[in-house]
């Protein structure tokens, strides 16, 4: 189960009913290595409502969630030896 800030991941632990279900719900940017190793807060990880974006607020949070999402299935791929 993926999340997109740190607020839905908490909600989404807290109603896994048990531990090893909750330890399944993820942040989807924390797929995103580059994302990954450039954040410096648990902020950082999160995905920004685009409308707060600017002009290009759309377009960047498009990208981000891109990343995310190609880091994701290269995840699955090695998780699940799926080459």
Known sequence: VLAVDHRNLAELR???PE???RDKAHLLRS???VSVAAATTRADLEVPDPYYGGADGFADVFDMVDAA???L???LRVE???R
């Open 14 to 16: 807290d109603m896994a």
């Open 69 to 71: 999402c190609r880091g």
């Open 31 to 33: 797929f995103d290595p």
């Open 19 to 21: 531990a090893a279900l």
């Open 73 to 75: 299935l290269e995840h």
């Open 80 to 82: 699940h030896d799926l």
